[in-house]
């Protein structure tokens, strides 16, 4: 009767978590068709906008309405630039798969984010991989972005001091094997409320120092279509632990 029970609530507790994750993607799916809706509807006024700037451009000789034309047109390729965004979120390019030594691109990635760390005296430091041999069979400029997004989002969050570490470990992945990229710093953390959301785009936690934007998103959308996943782990003052979880492909 004792393992009667305990079996039933196993399995109750394995409903919830299918439950759960069904509920997720449901929510992605509907954010990809809206993201997918709206790129369409702005870009052609963007563009409309940018090349009425640029033609004004040509025969203003004021220096400060110069400007003022300028400024019309560095803002609306920088709207075009969070639509393209919300394209790769909505739509992403077919994965351009090769063998990538992920060390190596952990290393690229901190030194990437090095001069934005630099800034605000962050340490962003390499810890030795668990795994003797990092070649693996991935998209590494889709992966670099995602590895980049979450540094990103913990750089926002730390805000000044504090410390990220990177490195490679093995892990698990529906009842697979699997690598994981994890990325942890000391800031603040995420609050319980907060982390149902993180991956929404436009989601902001500023209580967690944490945002506007499409990274954490684009970082779920990358490893989705790499038939990984994100785990996310964090503790209110104790900071925070993204995994990115690689099926072990090589």
């Not at 990809?32 to 203003?60: C, K, M, T, W």
């Not at 969070?82 to 901190?110: G, H, N, T, W, Y």
């Not at 570490?165 to 698990?172: I, K, M, S």
Request: glycine share 6%.
């Amino acid at each position: 009767m004792t393992d009667d029970i305990a079996a039933k609530l196993k399995r109750l507790a394995e409903l919830e978590t299918e439950f759960d994750a069904a509920v997720e993607r449901a929510k992605i799916a509907a954010t990809y068709q809206l993201a997918y809706g709206l790129s369409h509807e702005f870009n052609n006024p963007l563009a409309n906008i940018s090349s009425r700037a640029q033609a004004l451009l040509v025969d203003e000789h004021d220096p400060e309405r110069r400007r003022k034309l300028a400024a019309i047109n560095v803002q609306a390729f920088r709207a075009h630039e969070m639509i393209a965004d919300l394209m790769l979120f909505a739509k992403p390019p077919q994965l351009e798969r090769a063998s990538c030594d992920v060390v190596e691109l952990l290393a690229r990635a901190k030194q990437e984010m090095q001069s934005t760390a630099d800034q605000q005296q962050t340490e962003i430091a390499l810890a030795p991989s668990g795994i003797p041999n990092s070649q693996f069979n991935v998209d590494a400029t889709a992966l670099l972005e995602a590895v980049k997004a979450v540094v990103k989002n913990a750089l926002e969050a730390l805000g000044e001091g504090g410390r990220i570490e990177l490195t490679l470990q093995t892990a698990e992945h529906n009842h697979a094997p699997a690598v994981a990229i994890v990325i942890a710093d000391n800031g603040p953390g995420i609050a319980e409320d907060v982390r149902p959301h993180i991956f929404d785009p436009y989601f902001s936690g500023r209580e967690a120092g944490r945002g506007l934007g499409l990274g954490l998103c684009k970082c779920y959308r990358i490893l989705d279509e790499h038939g990984g996943a994100v785990a996310v782990d964090s503790t209110m003052g104790q900071g925070t632990v993204f995994k990115l979880i690689l099926p072990w492909s090589k």
